[in-house]
C-alpha cells in the first residue's frame, strides 16, 4: 500500500479491481457464447414485463455467466455492442428506449437469476464463516491477495455470489487486524524479562553498528574469519533461539508467514523497528532469530563440506601423483638393475676377477647412490596409494584444525540411533577438545567403537612389531571422522534439528493429522478417487500406449523413427521447427525507435504495476516516491548501473535514488510488480495467438548463468561460464514469451531439484500446465511431484535412445514380449498403494510450503535404496514417466511443442544477457545474496515491460486486421515474438523527468503492414 493518505487496506490494484468487479469486455465471440440463452433463462426473461427490463435481465444474466457476479451499472455503462447484439438476436424490428430500471426489479431478478444457475446472493449471515475461514487462511499467508483468492474460491465452493470489493476488503482489512492483535499478545505473554532484555539488545546501537545490523550480514565466502563471524552471530542467536523455538509453535502459524515476518525484520532498520509496537518488534525478532540461526546453520555445514572436498581432492591429487611417481622410478630403475644382476651369470666375467672390479662395472651401470636407494626399497615393502593418500592427510593437519574442527565443534549433530558410532566419535572429540588435549594423548581404549576399519586400522593407529594397537594416530582420525561427518549428514544417517536443510526427513513432513486437513484443500489428481483406481486408470492408459506404440511402429507409422532389428535400436529424425527470425527482424526493424523509460511510463499507465512497489513503511513516508525515481532504481539495478551509476548518467540524484531503493524494492514488491506486467500481457488480445495447443498452456523452465560482481557464500565457482570468478544460476518459468517467476540458486545445485517450487511459487493469473525443460529437469521424482499437483512434465529428450531404459509397464512384462521395444521392468504397483499415507504427507508438506522441492528430493536420494517411501515414489514417477515417454516418442507435434517452448525460454534469456550487458559483463550486481535475488528480480520487471510494450503493439495489429478479416497477415503475426529489443534504446543518457515522448501505438503502426 502506498502513502497516498487512504485508511482503507489495499487488497487490488485498480487493474485487478476492475477485472473482477467491472462489467466484462466481450468480444464477438464472447458476446455470442455468454448471451446464448437456454430454454430455462429465455423463460426467465420473457416474464419480464417491459423490453427495456427484459433486455436488463439479458445483460445481467449474461454478465454473471462470464464473472458468477453482479454487478451495479446503468444504462450509459452497458457497451453499446452488447445492447445492438441483444436487440438484433432477441428483439428484431424493435426500439429500445432506455429507462430507468426500478430497484425493486433490479434485485428480484439478480435473486431469480442467482437461484437459475445455483447460486444464492451474498447475506449478511454469511459474515461470521467468511470472517472464519478469512482468520484461517491468515495463519496460513498473511498476503492479503492470498486471502482474497482463497475467500472467492470459498465463496464459490457454496455457491455464494461474492459480496462487493468493499465488503471482502473490510472482512480482510479486520481479519489482519485480529491476526497481528492475536499475535502481539501472544508473543508479549510468553516472554520473560530476560528474553525481552536479549531482543532489544538487538536493537541497541553501539558505535556505528547495531547487533542486529551485524546479523544481517551474509558470509560472502567459507574463509576461516569469515566463518568465525557466521559461529559467533551463531552464538548471540542461541538464546533468542531456543525462546523462539518454544514459542512460535504456540502461536499457530505457517512456515509461510514465520519466513515473512522475518523477512520483516530483515528489511526494516533498527530505528523503523523501534518505532513499531513492542509485540510487533518481538515477533518480527523472534521469526528473524528462529529462522536466521537456522541459516546460519546451513551455512557452517556448507562450508565445512566446501573444506572437507577441498581436502580430499587434494590429498587425493597428491596421492595418485606420488604413487606415479613412485612407479615411474620403479621402472626407471628396473632395467638397470636388471643389468647389474646379469652380472652375476655373465660368462665373460671370470671367477677369480677381483670383486672390486664388478663392483666398479656395476657402478657404471647403476651409480652408488641410486644403487643403494633402488636396494633398499626393494628390500622393504611397496608404499601403497593408500598409504601415500594419508601421508597426503598429514600434511592438510593445519588445514584441518583451522578449518574443519572449528566448524565441526560448532553443529549439535544428532541421529537417526542412539549408538551411532560416528555421533559418539564426534561427541568424543569434543570433550578432548574442550579439555585442550590432542585426540593422541587419550587412552587408547576410550575410542568410540566400530569407527575404524580393519582395513584402515594401520593407517589410523599406532602398532608394534606384532601388530598390536598401542596407540591413536590423532590427526588422521580426525580427518577420518569428518570425512564420514560430511557423507553422513548428506545421506540423513546425521542430522541437524535446528538446520533448514539438514533435518531429518520424516521431522520435515507434517503431521498426519494437518496432512489430512491440507489434502482436502488441494485439487490433485493423486487425491481425487481412491488409489487403487488412480493407479488402475493410469496403467490401462500405459497398456493401451504400449500396443498403440508397437503397433504403428511395425507398420512404419511413425515416420520420424526408424528401428533397426538386428541392433535393437530406434533413430530419430528431428521434426522440423518454423524459423521466424527473418520476419520478425523484418518487422520490428520498421518500428520507430523509443526509450525505455517512455516504455516503462507507456506499460505503467496501463497496468499501474509500479504502484506494487510499496514503501516498507506507509504510514511514516514523507512523501510519495514519483514513478520516475521508481523507474530509474529499477533500471539502474537490471543493467547494472547500480544507483551511483545512474546518477551520473540520468537526472535523477543519486540520494533519492538510494532512498527509493531502500523503502521501495523488496523481492515481495517486485514480484507483485511482475505480476501486474504479466497479467496485463495475458489480458491482451495476442496473448492466446502465442498458445501452440488452446487446450494446453505450455511452460518451460531452465537456467541462465550469471557472474557475480561481489562473491557471496551462494555465488560458485564454475570454469566453464565464470573463468576464474564465481556466479549464480537465474532459474526461470516461462509461459507465452512471458517470464512467471525466477529465483536465484547456486551454480553447484542441480536445476531439476527446483522445477515444482518454481512453479508452485507462481503467484500470477497465468498457470500453464504443461512444464517443458532439457535435460536438467529430469530426476527420480519430478514427473510424480507435479503429477501430484495436477502438472504435466514434458522435457526436450536429446538422448533418444537413453529414454528406452527408463520405459516400464504396468502389466504383467510377459504381456510385451512380442513387442519390437521391450518395457525394463514392471510396476511395482503394491508397493505405491502400501506407501500411500507417507506418500500424503509429502503433498501435504509440498502443498503447505512447509519444505522444498529442493529438499526433499535431495533427502529423499539420501534415504536408504530400501526405504519403502523412497521406493515408492520413484516407482510412481516411473509410471508417470513412461506415460510421457511413449506419448513423446508416438508424437513428433508434441515433439515440435516442447521443443518450441524451450526456444522461447532461450530467447527470453537472450534479452536478460542484452539487459545486463548494458553497463558491462553479463553479470548481476549487489553486495549480498539478497542483494543479487533484488538486482534479479528487476531484471525480469524490465524484460517483462519489453514484452508487454510489444505485446501491445501486436495486439493493436490483431485488432486492425481482425477488422479487416486479413487471414494471411493474421496468420504471420501469430509467428511474430514479442521477446525484440533492436527497436528499444536501451544506452545512452537517461532522461526521466523532463522531454517525455506519450507512445501512440495507431501511430507507431501506421505504415508497417504484414504479407
Known amino acids: 500500500m502506498r502513502a497516498d493518505g487512504s485508511k482503507r487496506l489495499t487488497v487490488l490494484s485498480e487493474a485487478e479491481r476492475l477485472a473482477l468487479y467491472g462489467l466484462p469486455d466481450f468480444d464477438d465471440f464472447q458476446r455470442a457464447e455468454f448471451f446464448a440463452l437456454s430454454a430455462a433463462e429465455r423463460a426467465l426473461v420473457d416474464q419480464r414485463k417491459g423490453l427495456a427490463e427484459q433486455v436488463w435481465c439479458l445483460l445481467q444474466i449474461g454478465y454473471f455467466k462470464a464473472k458468477q457476479a453482479f454487478f451495479g451499472f446503468s444504462w450509459p455503462d452497458v457497451p453499446s455492442s452488447d445492447i445492438a447484439f441483444l436487440m438484433e438476436r432477441y428483439f428484431p424490428g424493435s426500439a429500445l428506449t432506455p429507462q430507468p430500471i426500478r430497484a425493486n426489479e433490479h434485485y428480484a431478478q439478480r435473486r431469480e437469476i442467482a437461484g437459475l444457475f445455483g447460486y444464492r446472493l451474498w447475506a449478511d449471515t454469511d459474515r461470521a464463516a467468511v470472517v472464519g475461514r478469512a482468520g484461517l487462511l491468515a495463519k496460513r499467508d498473511v498476503a492479503a491477495t492470498f486471502i482474497l483468492t482463497e475467500l472467492l474460491a470459498f465463496l464459490a465452493t457454496r455457491r455464494i455470489v461474492r459480496p462487493g470489493y468493499t465488503t471482502l476488503q473490510g472482512i480482510i482489512s479486520e481479519v489482519l487486524t485480529a491476526e497481528r492483535r492475536r499475535l502481539e499478545h501472544l508473543v508479549e505473554d510468553g516472554l520473560d524479562e530476560e528474553a525481552r532484555a536479549a531482543l532489544q539488545g538487538l536493537l541497541v546501537r553501539e558505535d556505528t553498528l547495531s547487533e542486529l545490523a551485524a546479523l544481517k550480514q551474509d558470509a560472502k565466502h567459507f574463509g576461516y574469519r569469515m566463518m568465525a563471524m557466521e559461529r559467533q552471530k551463531r552464538t548471540t542467536l542461541a538464546p533468542l533461539h531456543r525462546v523462539a523455538k518454544t514459542l512460535l509453535p504456540k502461536l499457530d502459524i505457517s512456515q509461510q508467514n514465520v519466513a515473512y515476518y522475518a523477512s520483516l525484520a530483515h528489511y526494516y532498520t533498527v530505528y523503523d523497528l523501534r518505532r513499531l509496537k513492542p509485540g510487533q518488534t518481538h515477533l518480527y525478532l523472534l521469526c528473524y532469530a528462529w529462522q536466521r540461526f537456522r541459516q546460519l546453520t546451513d551455512n557452517l555445514v556448507e562450508a565445512f563440506g566446501f573444506h572437507m572436498g577441498q581436502m580430499e581432492g587434494q590429498t587425493k591429487e597428491e596421492s595418485e601423483a606420488a604413487f606415479v611417481q613412485a612407479q615411474a622410478g620403479r621402472q626407471q630403475e628396473g632395467s638397470r638393475i636388471g643389468r647389474v644382476l646379469l652380472l652375476y651369470v655373465d660368462d665373460t666375467v671370470d671367477d677369480a676377477t677381483p670383486f672390486g672390479a664388478v663392483r666398479h662395472r656395476a657402478f657404471t651401470i647403476l651409480p652408488r647412490e641410486a644403487m643403494l636407494g ?66 593422541a594423548q587419550r587412552p587408547f581404549g576410550e575410542l568410540p567403537e566400530n569407527t575404524i576399519p580393519d582395513r584402515l586400522r594401520p593407517h589410523l593407529l599406532d602398532v608394534d612389531d606384532d601388530g598390536k594397537a598401542t596407540g591413536l594416530r590423532g590427526y588422521r582420525y580426525e580427518f577420518w571422522i569428518y570425512r564420514q561427518l560430511r557423507k553422513r549428514l548428506a545421506t540423513g544417517e546425521l542430522h541437524l534439528d535446528d538446520s533448514v536443510r539438514h533435518r531429518r526427513f520424516g521431522d520435515e513432513l507434517v503431521a498426519s493429522d494437518r496432512a489430512a486437513e491440507a489434502l482436502r484443500d488441494l485439487d490433485s489428481p493423486w487425491l481425487r478417487q481412491p488409489v487403487d483406481a488412480t493407479l488402475d486408470g493410469l496403467c490401462a492408459d500405459l497398456h493401451r500406449l504400449w500396443l498403440i506404440f508397437d503397433r504403428d511402429l511395425r507398420q512404419g507409422k511413425l515416420k520420424h523413427l526408424e528401428y533397426d532389428p538386428g541392433r535393437k535400436t530406434l533413430s530419430w529424425r528431428t521434426p522440423k521447427v518454423d524459423k521466424e527470425e527473418a520476419l520478425q527482424a523484418a518487422f520490428y526493424a520498421r518500428l520507430p525507435a523509443r526509450g525505455i523509460a517512455d516504455i516503462f511510463r507507456f506499460v505503467d499507465e496501463r497496468c499501474r504495476f509500479l504502484s506494487a512497489l510499496t514503501p516498507l513503511q506507509p504510514r511514516y513516508a514523507k512523501r510519495i516516491t514519483d514513478d520516475d525515481s521508481l523507474t530509474a532504481v529499477i533500471l539502474g539495478q537490471a543493467m547494472n548501473h547500480g544507483n551511483l551509476g545512474m546518477a551520473e548518467t540520468s537526472d535523477i540524484p543519486y540520494h533519492v535514488l538510494e532512498a527509493t531503493h531502500q523503502q521501495h524494492l523488496r523481492l515481495s514488491t517486485l514480484k507483485a510488480a511482475n505480476d501486474r506486467v504479466s497479467n496485463f500481457i495475458a489480458g491482451l488480445g495476442i496473448f492466446p495467438f502465442y498458445s501452440f495447443d488452446p487446450a494446453v498452456l505450455y511452460g518451460s523452465v531452465d537456467g541462465q548463468k550469471f557472474s557475480v560482481a561481489v562473491p557471496t557464500a551462494k555465488a560458485r565457482h564454475s570454469r566453464k561460464y565464470f573463468g576464474t570468478g564465481r556466479g549464480v544460476v537465474a532459474y526461470t518459468l516461462l509461459a507465452n514469451h512471458v517470464p512467471l517467476e525466477t529465483e536465484l540458486i547456486g551454480a553447484h545445485e542441480h536445476e531439476s531439484h527446483y522445477v515444482f517450487d518454481i512453479c508452485y511459487h507462481n503467484t500470477s493469473d497465468i498457470a500453464p500446465t504443461t512444464i517443458t525443460g532439457d535435460m536438467h529437469s529430469i530426476n527420480r521424482a519430478n514427473f510424480a511431484i507435479l503429477h501430484w499437483f495436477g502438472l504435466k512434465l514434458a522435457p526436450r529428450f536429446t538422448r533418444r535412445q537413453a529414454q528406452l531404459k527408463h520405459l516400464y509397464c504396468g502389466n504383467p512384462i510377459e504381456d510385451y514380449q512380442d513387442c519390437l521395444v521391450q518395457p525394463a521392468g514392471r510396476i511395482d504397483r503394491a508397493l505405491i498403494v502400501a506407501e500411500k499415507a507417507s506418500i500424503d504427507r509429502i503433498v501435504a508438506t509440498l502443498g503447505l510450503k512447509e519444505m522444498s522441492q529442493a529438499i526433499l528430493v535431495r533427502k529423499l536420494c539420501a534415504l536408504s535404496p530400501h526405504d519403502r517411501t523412497r521406493k515408492a515414489v520413484f516407482e510412481y514417477d516411473k509410471l508417470i514417466r513412461s506415460l510421457y515417454t511413449l506419448d513423446y516418442l508416438r508424437d513428433p507435434q508434441l515433439q515440435r511443442d516442447v521443443h518450441r517452448s524451450q526456444n522461447r525460454i532461450e530467447a527470453y534469456h537472450q534479452l536478460r544477457a542484452v539487459l545486463t550487458q548494458v553497463s558491462g559483463g553479463k553479470q548481476l550486481i549487489g553486495r549480498t545474496d539478497l542483494a543479487i535475488a533484488i538486482s534479479n528480480q528487476c531484471g525480469r520487471l524490465v524484460a517483462n515491460v519489453i514484452i508487454a510494450y510489444n505485446s501491445v503493439l501486436l495486439s493493436t495489429l490483431l485488432e486492425r486486421y481482425r477488422r479487416e478479416d486479413d487471414r494471411k497477415a493474421l496468420a504471420l503475426l501469430q509467428k511474430i515474438s514479442p521477446v525484440a529489443w533492436q527497436h528499444i534504446h536501451l544506452l545512452g543518457h537517461y532522461t526521466f523527468r523532463g522531454g517525455k515522448h506519450a507512445i501512440d501505438p495507431e501511430a507507431l503502426l501506421a505504415n508497417v503492414r504484414l504479407g
Do not use: I, Y
Not at 379 to 398: G, I, N
Open 374 to 439: 633402488a636396494g633398499q626399497r626393494l628390500c622393504e615393502k611397496p608404499v601403497s596409494q593408500l598409504e601415500l593418500r594419508w601421508q597426503a592427510v598429514d600434511r592438510t593437519a593445519a588445514r584441518c584444525r583451522k578449518h574443519l574442527r572449528p566448524l565441526a565443534m560448532a553443529l549439535e549433530v544428532s541421529a537417526t540411533t542412539a549408538d551411532n558410532p560416528w555421533l559418539a566419535a564426534l561427541r568424543w572429540m569434543k570433550g578432548v577438545f574442550s579439555r585442550q588435549q590432542r585426540l
